[in-house]
């Protein structure tokens, strides 16, 4: 059994859309999805993109993905490297495709010079908690995350003051 991690292309922009859906089914949020093939390939691979793909392969064939980013923590004036999403198939979970990929993903931190590697896992998601912590990650319980979406986002935008 061979296994491998490749950077993602335009090519893969369906594929990856494909993981995208399996992801939010699993996440219980399919219907959250607005992606598009279109949107995908102008978004990761388009001029300017601040984001990344990785796809990870078993035998030739596309097993799991990882969405990725950089970021900046202003306290070590440093990047990071922020992890969106990470999705393995159902049937190839437990081969070790999800710590390829996140291994593949901490040596892409260390070569970009980055003080952090980060995501954000669902509460209720046991077995990645689980995993996570099994490879020596920790939880970050003093933060919690906030998110402006949708029209909450539009509304506030619209709501400067000259």
């Given at each position: 059994?061979?296994?491998?991690v490749r950077?993602?292309?335009?090519a893969?922009a369906?594929?990856?859309?494909?993981?995208?859906?399996?992801?939010?089914?699993?996440?219980?949020?399919?219907d959250?999805?607005?992606?598009?093939?279109?949107?995908?390939?102008a978004?990761?691979f388009?001029?300017?993109?601040?984001s990344?793909?990785?796809?990870?392969e078993?035998?030739?064939?596309?097993?799991g993905?990882?969405?990725y980013?950089f970021?900046?923590?202003?306290?070590?004036?440093?990047?990071?490297?922020?992890?969106?999403?990470l999705?393995?198939?159902?049937?190839?979970r437990?081969?070790?495709?999800?710590?390829?990929l996140?291994?593949h993903?901490?040596?892409i931190?260390?070569?970009?010079?980055?003080g952090?590697?980060?995501?954000?896992?669902?509460?209720?998601?046991?077995?990645?908690i689980?995993?996570?912590e099994s490879?020596?990650?920790r939880p970050q319980?003093e933060?919690?995350?906030?998110?402006l979406h949708?029209?909450?986002?539009?509304?506030?935008?619209?709501s400067?003051?000259?």
């Amino acid at each position: 059994m061979s296994m491998s991690v490749r950077n993602a292309s335009t090519a893969d922009a369906g594929l990856i859309l494909h993981f995208i859906r399996e992801l939010a089914i699993y996440e219980k949020a399919e219907d959250q999805v607005e992606a598009t093939h279109e949107t995908l390939a102008a978004s990761l691979f388009g001029p300017g993109s601040p984001s990344r793909a990785l796809i990870c392969e078993q035998d030739g064939q596309a097993i799991g993905f990882a969405v990725y980013f950089f970021n900046y923590s202003t306290w070590q004036a440093k990047k990071g490297l922020y992890l969106e999403d990470l999705f393995v198939l159902p049937s190839a979970r437990g081969q070790g495709a999800g710590k390829r990929l996140l291994q593949h993903l901490a040596s892409i931190a260390v070569a970009e010079g980055c003080g952090r590697f980060e995501w954000s896992v669902l509460d209720w998601n046991q077995p990645a908690i689980d995993f996570y912590e099994s490879i020596g990650a920790r939880p970050q319980s003093e933060w919690v995350r906030y998110r402006l979406h949708g029209q909450a986002l539009r509304d506030f935008a619209a709501s400067v003051s000259p």
